[in-house]
Protein backbone atom coordinates (compact mmCIF):
# COMPACT_ATOMS: atom_id res chain seq x y z
CA UNK A 1 0.00 0.00 0.00
CA UNK A 2 1.58 3.07 -1.02
CA UNK A 3 1.03 6.07 1.51
CA UNK A 4 1.66 9.89 1.55
CA UNK A 5 1.78 12.77 4.28
CA UNK A 6 0.19 15.72 3.11
CA UNK A 7 -0.64 18.96 4.37
CA UNK A 8 -4.33 20.00 3.71
CA UNK A 9 -5.79 23.93 3.36
CA UNK A 10 -2.43 25.32 2.10
CA UNK A 11 -0.35 25.83 -0.56
CA UNK A 12 2.68 25.65 1.50
CA UNK A 13 5.03 22.86 3.18
CA UNK A 14 4.39 21.99 6.94
CA UNK A 15 1.54 24.53 6.86
CA UNK A 16 -2.38 23.78 6.75
CA UNK A 17 -3.53 20.54 8.36
CA UNK A 18 -1.41 17.19 8.21
CA UNK A 19 -3.15 14.19 6.66
CA UNK A 20 -1.95 10.61 6.09
CA UNK A 21 -3.83 9.05 2.84
CA UNK A 22 -3.06 5.68 1.92
CA UNK A 23 -4.05 4.41 -1.46
CA UNK A 24 -5.22 0.54 -1.45
CA UNK A 25 -4.69 -1.58 -4.67
CA UNK A 26 -8.10 -3.29 -4.55
CA UNK A 27 -10.24 -3.88 -1.01
CA UNK A 28 -9.87 -2.22 2.67
CA UNK A 29 -7.39 -4.37 4.93
CA UNK A 30 -8.88 -5.10 8.13
CA UNK A 31 -10.39 -2.73 10.73
CA UNK A 32 -8.01 -3.38 13.15
CA UNK A 33 -4.94 -3.02 10.65
CA UNK A 34 -6.14 0.67 9.52
CA UNK A 35 -6.72 1.33 12.87
CA UNK A 36 -2.69 0.64 14.03
CA UNK A 37 -1.67 2.65 10.77
CA UNK A 38 -3.58 5.25 11.76
CA UNK A 39 -2.04 5.13 15.07
CA UNK A 40 1.28 4.65 13.83
CA UNK A 41 1.41 7.62 11.74
CA UNK A 42 -0.13 9.87 14.43
CA UNK A 43 -1.95 12.30 12.80
CA UNK A 44 -5.48 13.64 13.45
CA UNK A 45 -6.77 11.77 10.44
CA UNK A 46 -5.61 9.15 7.87
CA UNK A 47 -7.72 8.45 5.30
CA UNK A 48 -7.61 5.32 3.18
CA UNK A 49 -8.93 5.34 -0.17
CA UNK A 50 -10.37 2.43 -2.52
CA UNK A 51 -11.06 3.44 -6.25
CA UNK A 52 -14.57 1.87 -7.80
CA UNK A 53 -14.78 3.53 -10.83
CA UNK A 54 -12.57 6.21 -13.24
CA UNK A 55 -13.86 9.51 -10.71
CA UNK A 56 -16.12 7.31 -8.14
CA UNK A 57 -14.08 6.16 -4.61
CA UNK A 58 -14.64 4.57 -1.06
CA UNK A 59 -12.70 6.34 1.47
CA UNK A 60 -12.83 6.05 4.86
CA UNK A 61 -11.21 7.83 7.90
CA UNK A 62 -9.03 6.63 11.42
CA UNK A 63 -7.99 8.65 13.83
CA UNK A 64 -4.82 7.44 16.13
CA UNK A 65 -7.76 5.96 18.35
CA UNK A 66 -11.10 5.26 16.44
CA UNK A 67 -12.72 5.39 12.76
CA UNK A 68 -14.97 8.69 11.97
CA UNK A 69 -17.55 8.74 9.20
CA UNK A 70 -15.89 12.45 7.49
CA UNK A 71 -12.94 14.37 7.84
CA UNK A 72 -12.61 17.17 6.03
CA UNK A 73 -9.00 18.36 5.19
CA UNK A 74 -8.11 14.44 4.93
CA UNK A 75 -10.74 14.75 1.75
CA UNK A 76 -8.87 17.96 0.58
CA UNK A 77 -5.42 15.87 1.04
CA UNK A 78 -6.72 12.97 -0.60
CA UNK A 79 -8.35 14.01 -3.77
CA UNK A 80 -5.39 16.57 -4.28
CA UNK A 81 -3.14 13.72 -3.85
CA UNK A 82 -5.43 11.70 -6.40
CA UNK A 83 -4.86 14.21 -9.09
CA UNK A 84 -1.14 15.02 -8.52
CA UNK A 85 -0.71 10.64 -8.99
CA UNK A 86 -2.65 11.49 -12.38
CA UNK A 87 -5.48 9.10 -11.19
CA UNK A 88 -8.01 12.20 -11.93
CA UNK A 89 -7.63 15.00 -13.95
CA UNK A 90 -8.16 18.76 -13.10
CA UNK A 91 -11.88 19.84 -13.43
CA UNK A 92 -13.22 15.79 -12.17
CA UNK A 93 -16.22 15.91 -10.69
CA UNK A 94 -15.95 12.96 -8.32
CA UNK A 95 -18.07 10.74 -6.11
CA UNK A 96 -17.04 10.09 -2.47
CA UNK A 97 -18.43 7.43 -0.95
CA UNK A 98 -18.17 7.72 2.97
CA UNK A 99 -20.00 6.83 6.02
CA UNK A 100 -21.43 9.80 6.33
CA UNK A 101 -23.17 9.71 2.52
CA UNK A 102 -22.29 9.83 -1.05
CA UNK A 103 -20.67 13.23 -1.83
CA UNK A 104 -19.53 15.24 -4.47
CA UNK A 105 -15.34 16.01 -4.64
CA UNK A 106 -15.05 19.19 -7.67
CA UNK A 107 -10.79 18.58 -8.30
CA UNK A 108 -8.56 21.20 -9.32
CA UNK A 109 -6.41 23.65 -8.44
CA UNK A 110 -8.87 23.42 -5.08
CA UNK A 111 -10.74 20.66 -4.29
CA UNK A 112 -13.87 21.61 -3.43
CA UNK A 113 -16.20 19.03 -1.64
CA UNK A 114 -19.99 18.54 -0.61
CA UNK A 115 -20.51 18.30 3.05
CA UNK A 116 -23.31 16.32 4.13
CA UNK A 117 -27.19 18.32 4.78
CA UNK A 118 -26.61 20.91 7.45
CA UNK A 119 -28.68 19.58 11.06
CA UNK A 120 -29.14 21.10 13.88
CA UNK A 121 -28.66 18.50 16.89
CA UNK A 122 -30.58 19.10 19.89
CA UNK A 123 -28.81 18.05 22.86
CA UNK A 124 -28.78 19.18 26.74
CA UNK A 125 -26.07 21.97 26.59
CA UNK A 126 -25.20 23.53 29.68
CA UNK A 127 -23.66 26.86 28.69
CA UNK A 128 -22.12 27.94 31.94
CA UNK A 129 -20.20 24.08 32.07
CA UNK A 130 -19.16 24.72 28.60
CA UNK A 131 -17.45 28.03 29.32
CA UNK A 132 -16.06 26.98 32.00
CA UNK A 133 -14.72 23.97 30.38
CA UNK A 134 -13.15 26.38 27.79
CA UNK A 135 -11.38 29.05 29.72
CA UNK A 136 -12.45 29.32 33.21
CA UNK A 137 -11.09 33.34 33.22
CA UNK A 138 -12.87 34.92 30.50
CA UNK A 139 -16.03 36.70 32.00
CA UNK A 140 -17.56 38.43 29.22
CA UNK A 141 -19.43 35.80 25.91
CA UNK A 142 -21.14 37.18 22.89
CA UNK A 143 -24.75 36.53 22.87
CA UNK A 144 -24.91 34.66 20.58
CA UNK A 145 -25.57 30.52 21.32
CA UNK A 146 -23.20 27.97 20.93
CA UNK A 147 -25.49 25.42 19.20
CA UNK A 148 -24.53 21.40 18.10
CA UNK A 149 -24.60 21.63 14.22
CA UNK A 150 -23.42 18.64 11.97
CA UNK A 151 -22.56 18.56 8.58
CA UNK A 152 -21.54 15.14 8.47
CA UNK A 153 -19.88 15.20 12.23
CA UNK A 154 -21.32 16.93 15.13
CA UNK A 155 -19.69 19.83 17.00
CA UNK A 156 -20.25 22.79 19.30
CA UNK A 157 -19.86 25.55 17.89
CA UNK A 158 -18.93 27.92 20.36
CA UNK A 159 -18.78 31.98 19.24
CA UNK A 160 -16.35 34.03 22.07
CA UNK A 161 -15.88 37.73 21.81
CA UNK A 162 -12.71 38.29 19.95
CA UNK A 163 -9.54 36.88 18.29
CA UNK A 164 -7.40 37.78 21.25
CA UNK A 165 -9.97 35.80 23.46
CA UNK A 166 -9.89 32.99 20.85
CA UNK A 167 -6.08 33.26 20.94
CA UNK A 168 -6.28 32.95 25.47
CA UNK A 169 -8.69 30.02 25.26
CA UNK A 170 -7.45 27.09 27.25
CA UNK A 171 -10.02 23.87 27.74
CA UNK A 172 -9.42 21.74 30.06
CA UNK A 173 -9.23 18.77 28.09
CA UNK A 174 -10.12 15.76 29.86
CA UNK A 175 -13.57 17.68 31.16
CA UNK A 176 -14.11 18.70 27.17
CA UNK A 177 -13.59 15.22 26.45
CA UNK A 178 -15.85 14.25 29.34
CA UNK A 179 -18.30 16.48 27.70
CA UNK A 180 -17.96 15.13 24.33
CA UNK A 181 -18.79 11.80 25.17
CA UNK A 182 -21.93 12.72 26.94
CA UNK A 183 -23.11 14.72 23.97
CA UNK A 184 -22.46 12.54 21.42
CA UNK A 185 -20.21 15.42 19.26
CA UNK A 186 -16.74 15.26 18.04
CA UNK A 187 -15.70 18.16 19.66
CA UNK A 188 -15.95 22.24 20.49
CA UNK A 189 -15.23 24.48 17.08
CA UNK A 190 -14.91 28.41 18.60
CA UNK A 191 -14.83 31.15 16.37
CA UNK A 192 -14.75 34.81 16.69
CA UNK A 193 -15.80 37.22 14.28
CA UNK A 194 -12.61 39.61 13.60
CA UNK A 195 -13.37 42.10 10.16
CA UNK A 196 -10.03 41.80 9.19
CA UNK A 197 -11.00 39.72 5.26
CA UNK A 198 -11.70 36.73 7.06
CA UNK A 199 -15.04 35.93 8.05
CA UNK A 200 -14.21 34.23 11.27
CA UNK A 201 -10.71 32.97 12.84
CA UNK A 202 -11.64 29.73 14.53
CA UNK A 203 -9.97 27.00 16.66
CA UNK A 204 -11.13 23.22 16.91
CA UNK A 205 -10.80 20.79 19.98
CA UNK A 206 -11.20 17.03 19.73
CA UNK A 207 -9.85 15.81 23.16
CA UNK A 208 -12.30 12.40 22.95
CA UNK A 209 -11.17 11.46 19.75
CA UNK A 210 -7.28 12.12 20.64
CA UNK A 211 -6.96 15.47 18.75
CA UNK A 212 -6.13 18.28 21.52
CA UNK A 213 -6.58 21.02 18.62
CA UNK A 214 -6.66 20.45 14.82
CA UNK A 215 -5.24 23.14 12.59
CA UNK A 216 -7.63 22.71 9.81
CA UNK A 217 -11.13 21.26 10.40
CA UNK A 218 -13.24 20.96 6.74
CA UNK A 219 -16.37 19.20 8.43
CA UNK A 220 -16.40 21.97 11.34
CA UNK A 221 -16.02 24.91 9.64
CA UNK A 222 -18.87 23.67 7.24
CA UNK A 223 -20.94 23.47 10.20
CA UNK A 224 -19.98 26.85 11.29
CA UNK A 225 -21.22 28.54 7.95
CA UNK A 226 -24.48 27.02 8.07
CA UNK A 227 -24.67 28.41 12.11
CA UNK A 228 -23.62 31.88 10.60
CA UNK A 229 -26.15 31.52 7.98
CA UNK A 230 -28.71 31.04 10.72
CA UNK A 231 -27.77 33.51 12.58
CA UNK A 232 -27.78 36.40 9.83
CA UNK A 233 -23.73 36.87 9.63
CA UNK A 234 -23.45 35.56 6.15
CA UNK A 235 -25.92 35.32 3.10
CA UNK A 236 -26.30 32.47 0.87
CA UNK A 237 -23.73 32.22 -1.85
CA UNK A 238 -21.33 34.25 0.12
CA UNK A 239 -18.01 33.04 0.20
CA UNK A 240 -16.67 32.10 3.40
CA UNK A 241 -13.02 32.46 4.76
CA UNK A 242 -12.11 30.89 7.96
CA UNK A 243 -8.40 31.54 9.18
CA UNK A 244 -7.53 28.26 11.41
CA UNK A 245 -4.36 26.90 13.25
CA UNK A 246 -2.36 30.41 14.21
CA UNK A 247 -2.21 29.02 17.92
CA UNK A 248 -0.61 25.89 17.01
CA UNK A 249 1.97 27.67 14.35
CA UNK A 250 -0.09 25.91 11.36
CA UNK A 251 -2.13 28.78 9.52
CA UNK A 252 -4.94 27.51 7.58
CA UNK A 253 -7.33 28.72 4.73
CA UNK A 254 -10.74 26.65 4.79
CA UNK A 255 -12.49 27.94 2.32
CA UNK A 256 -16.60 27.28 2.40
CA UNK A 257 -19.84 28.35 0.21
CA UNK A 258 -23.40 27.88 0.51
CA UNK A 259 -24.57 27.07 -2.96
CA UNK A 260 -28.38 28.48 -4.03
CA UNK A 261 -29.27 24.61 -3.87
CA UNK A 262 -28.58 24.84 -0.27
CA UNK A 263 -25.43 22.17 -0.19
CA UNK A 264 -22.31 23.55 1.90
CA UNK A 265 -18.93 22.97 0.13
CA UNK A 266 -15.83 23.03 1.47
CA UNK A 267 -12.30 23.59 -0.08
CA UNK A 268 -8.82 24.56 0.02
CA UNK A 269 -5.37 23.22 -1.49
CA UNK A 270 -3.22 20.81 -0.57
CA UNK A 271 0.69 19.61 -0.37
CA UNK A 272 2.36 16.21 -0.69
CA UNK A 273 5.26 16.17 1.43
CA UNK A 274 6.30 12.75 1.36
CA UNK A 275 5.24 9.42 -0.16
CA UNK A 276 6.14 5.78 1.01
CA UNK A 277 5.15 1.63 0.84
CA UNK A 278 3.48 0.31 4.02
CA UNK A 279 5.06 -3.02 4.20
CA UNK A 280 2.09 -4.46 5.47
Request: glycine share 8%; hydrophobic share 45%.
Amino acid sequence: MKYFIVDAFTDEAFGGNPAGVVQLDGDFPSDRLMQQVAAELRYSETAFVQQNGPTEFTVRYFTPTGEVDLCGHATIATFGTLLREGIVSEGSQCVNHTLAGDLQVAVGEQVMMQMAAPIMVNVPLDIDRLHSIMDSVQTQWPEMPAEVVSTGLPDIIMPVKDAAALEALQPDMAALAALSKELNVVGVHAFAIAHDGYTAHVRNFAPLYGIPEESATGTANAALTYYLLRHGLIQQADECRFLQGEAMGRPSMVMTVIKPDGSIWVGGESRIIAAGELLV
